[in-house]
Structure formats: structure tokens, C-alpha cells
């Protein structure tokens, strides 16, 4: 991005350059101190870990300065220092400003599952016309998406941010940075329900992205959610639906699945459709592919152009790609998350495809609430029934998984539980065997790409 004053900064984020030359410029900005570049602006912020306690970090890393809240001591000659009140509100208020230096494009997306991909599939898209900006890897919450905003260049026409949260409010105050043009809620299914406790808050706090929409904006819904289906209906703003529904604005029709290849189907939009292919395993990349369709439609780039466009999508690491490894071993590497609806999907799309032996590595999933153990015991009989051959649950959680599975009729030898993903790594070689395809999924506490690795060093790729 363009250079930014420290005094054009203080002055945002309504605070005070009490050390060094307010002219000084920088054009990086990190709240890491381990990950700091030579003339990085380091946000001290207070969270899990104080900010302040790696200033001194920071500036042997070659850090121009560092916004501060409190004093600090110490410091190498000609290191700036910026005061102000909150170092988190700061690092916001800034994005802010720089996002109002120039207007562009804002999408915002959201929802309980396919957020990144759906980011990753828009940007690919919007990629056609614009120069785009997207967060990286998941940097959804507050920080991540200011540290995102500020990445920003005079060249970039079309912004893509990813939105997350776990808690009522937080999406509102990701919106306060960042007014969307263009507001995706992909679906609404239970995640977070430690805290949210059910799927009607669920839907509440992923609509508060809607309700922030700037006046001439849109949202682009899932029109296959049915919690969704009944918020619109209290909702005067301009809607674009995408799903398999007849009635959806961006559809698929004539889906035709391809084992390996992936699907193929007609893109379907204003009265035309165009025949096009998804070179992924399971519908719900298909519903983040329309997802990022109706953006890119919405910013009119034409719907041939789209369709081309989808065949060339590919996954973001540890996001449902697949890898054939020697030995004929084909490897599904989905382990960086995992939550009830999104493993169902896996373990229905995945079954009909050919191999010798279809082996889910099947992690625990977290933040599930009281209803943790039934959302395990789902997923195990759904195993057992639609007919994978060996089953690997990885931590406490996943022990009712497995149970469930052999109560469902999966033979108990084909049946494996670890207390972690490094104690199933271990066993790789007793696990998975030649021709097998593999499934490796669970929640990011789990740890499963642990378990992605030790495969791919067993059977290297071939």
C-alpha cells in the first residue's frame, strides 16, 4: 500500500506521536512481533498476550515504531511511538480510514461453513475485471481483517473479506471497519453453539452482516438455507439467491457428477445457462462456486466469462483438494476444519467414489456445546451406513463417533481411537494401506493435518 505518515496515522486513530518524527512514513503493519519486517509499524495489542511486552521484540526485528497504549522503557534510539487509548481500536480505525481513501468494491462473506473457499472462489472470480484484494488464510476476526485493509493498494478495485465469528455482535463490529457492497451469508448450521447455544442465534448474529450492507448494497444468500429463507422474509433490501432451488437467482441445473473429475452442471442465471465444470468431490464446493457466481455477477462480469472461469478453482490448503499418492493411495486432505454439517457433506459426497477401501480419519469437533456427543454419534452412524470401511476418530470427543459407528455396524477391527492426532500419525502404517482413499478432517484443535502428513510421507506422491 502507499506510505502513511505517523502523524496521518496518529491522527486517525486519534491519538499522539510521542517519540520520533511525525513525517517518518511506513507501509507495513503487524501485531506479531515474531513475524515483523524491516520497517514494520507494530500494533501493541492486549489480548490472550500483552503487545507491549514485545515492543522491545519488535524493534531489535528492525520495527520502524510501535502503536502503544502504556509506556514503554527501553527502546533503541529513533524508534517512534505512537500513544492512544486502545491498541485493537486503533489498528481498526486506521483500516478504516484507508479503505475511505479510495472507493472500491466491498464484499463481505460470511456463514457456518465454506466462508474461506467462497472468499477464495470470489476472488478468482472478481479476478476477470479487477485487481483484488482478499484476507488471508482465515484472518476473519478483528484484527486479521484490519491487518487485511491495510495491505490495501492504489491499484485494487474490489476488496473480498472473510467475516467470522463466535459471538453476537462481533460481525457488527467487523462491518463498522468495513461497510460491504456486496454481504454473502453462505448457510447457517450449528457451529459456535457453546456460546450461541442455538441455530436461531446462530442466523441471528451471521445476519448482522446484512443489516450492515451499505443502502445501495445487496445480499447474496443461500436460497437452499431454510434459516435464511425466513429472515428474507422480514427483509426489504435488494436479495440475490444462489442454490440447487428452482426459484434461485444463480443456480445449477443438470448436475452430472464425475467421480474424481468432479461435477459438471449448468450455470444458470438472467434466463441463460452455461455448461460448466467444478473440479471438486463434494456439492458443498458447488454451493460456494454459485456463491461467488452471484458476486461476480452482481459486479456484471459476464456469465460466460464465470462459467470458463469455475473449471480453474482450486482449493486453499487443507480445504477438501485431494492428492493421489504411490501406491495408488488417494489422499483428501480437509483438515483444517471440521463441524457437523460440513463433515456430513464429506462423508456422503466422498462414499460413492471408487477405491479399494474408503478410511475416514475423523478428528474431533469443538465448540459443539451441550450437544456435543450427539453431533459425534451422527457423524459415526452416517459413517458406518453409507459405507466407508474403516473408521480413525482422534480425541476424547470423537470417542462417542466411533462408538456410534460400531453400533451402526461397522466391524469393530475396522474401528481405530486415538487420544491425538499424533498418536494416530503414528499408526499411519497400520491404518492406511494401498488403493485406499483416505479422508483426514476434524476441527483446527485437532491437529488431524498431523495425520495429512504422516501419509504423505508413507506414500509419497506419486
Not at 97 to 106: E, K, N, P, Q, Y
Request: with cysteine; hydrophobic share 45%; net charge neutral.
Amino acid at each position: 500500500m502507499a506510505e502513511l505518515e505517523l502523524g496521518w496515522i496518529a491522527e486517525r486513530t486519534q491519538g499522539a506521536v510521542v517519540r520520533g518524527d511525525p513525517r517518518l512514513r511506513v507501509r507495513s503493519f503487524s501485531t506479531d512481533s515474531r513475524t515483523i519486517q524491516p520497517e514494520d509499524l507494530f500494533f501493541a495489542v492486549v489480548a490472550a498476550r500483552d503487545g507491549h511486552d514485545f515492543v522491545a521484540a519488535a524493534a531489535e526485528r528492525g520495527a520502524r515504531g510501535a502503536v502503544v497504549s502504556r509506556p514503554v522503557e527501553g527502546l533503541p534510539e529513533g524508534f517512534a511511538l505512537i500513544r492512544v487509548d486502545d491498541t485493537a481500536r486503533a489498528l481498526q480505525a486506521l483500516a478504516a480510514a484507508v479503505l475511505r481513501l479510495r472507493l472500491r468494491w466491498i464484499v463481505g462473506i460470511t456463514g457456518s461453513v465454506g466462508k474461506t473457499t467462497t472468499k477464495e472462489f470470489t476472488a478468482g472470480l472478481l479476478g476477470l475485471r479487477h485487481s483484488v484484494l482478499k484476507s488471508e488464510g482465515n484472518y476473519n476476526n478483528r484484527l486479521g481483517l484490519a491487518l487485511s485493509l491495510l495491505r490495501l493498494e492504489s491499484r485494487h478495485s474490489a476488496v473480498v473479506l472473510e467475516m467470522g465469528m463466535s459471538a453476537p455482535g462481533e460481525i457488527r463490529e467487523l462491518i463498522s471497519i468495513a461497510p460491504p457492497d456486496l454481504a454473502v451469508i453462505t448457510n447457517v448450521n450449528p457451529v459456535h453453539l457453546e456460546s450461541l447455544r442455538t441455530i436461531d442465534a446462530v442466523a441471528d448474529a451471521k445476519w448482522e452482516i446484512i443489516e450492515g450492507l451499505k443502502s445501495h448494497g445487496a445480499a447474496i444468500l443461500n436460497g437452499d438455507d431454510a434459516a435464511l429463507r425466513r429472515r428474507l422474509r422480514g427483509w426489504n433490501g435488494r436479495a440475490i439467491l444462489f442454490g440447487l432451488g428452482q426459484d434461485c437467482d444463480v443456480a445449477a441445473r443438470r448436475l452430472d457428477r464425475r467421480g474424481y473429475e468432479g461435477f459438471e452442471f449448468d450455470l444458470c442465471a438472467d434466463g441463460r445457462a452455461v455448461r460448466t465444470r467444478l473440479a471438486f468431490l463434494t456439492e458443498a464446493y458447488l454451493s460456494d462456486a454459485l456463491a461467488a457466481a452471484a458476486v461476480a455477477l452482481a459486479i456484471k462480469i459476464p456469465l460466460d466469462d464465470i462459467a470458463s472461469a469455475i473449471g480453474t478453482l482450486r482449493p486453499a490448503p487443507h480445504r477438501g483438494g485431494w492428492k493421489r499418492l504411490g501406491q495408488n493411495v488417494v489422499l483428501i486432505d480437509d483438515s483444517y476444519n471440521s463441524n457437523p454439517k460440513a463433515l456430513d457433506e464429506a462423508l456422503r459426497g466422498l462414499a460413492g467414489l471408487p477405491a479399494a477401501r474408503r478410511v475416514a480419519v475423523l478428528g474431533e469437533m469443538l465448540e459443539l456445546g451441550p450437544e456435543e456427543t450427539r453431533f459425534h454419534a451422527e457423524a459415526g452412524q452416517t459413517a458406518a451406513e453409507t459405507g466407508w470401511n474403516a473408521l480413525v476418530a482422534v480425541g476424547p470427543r470423537a470417542r462417542s463417533l466411533a462408538d456410534a459407528a460400531r453400533a451402526a455396524g461397522l466391524p469393530a477391527a475396522s474401528v481405530a481411537v486415538f487420544e491425538t492426532s499424533e498418536d494416530a500419525a503414528a499408526a499411519v502404517a497400520d491404518l492406511v494401506r494401498p488403493g485406499d482413499l483416505v479422508l483426514v478432517k476434524g476441527s483446527r484443535g485437532a491437529k488431524t493435518e498431523i495425520v495429512v502428513d504422516a501419509i504423505e510421507r508413507l506414500y509419497k506422491e506419486s
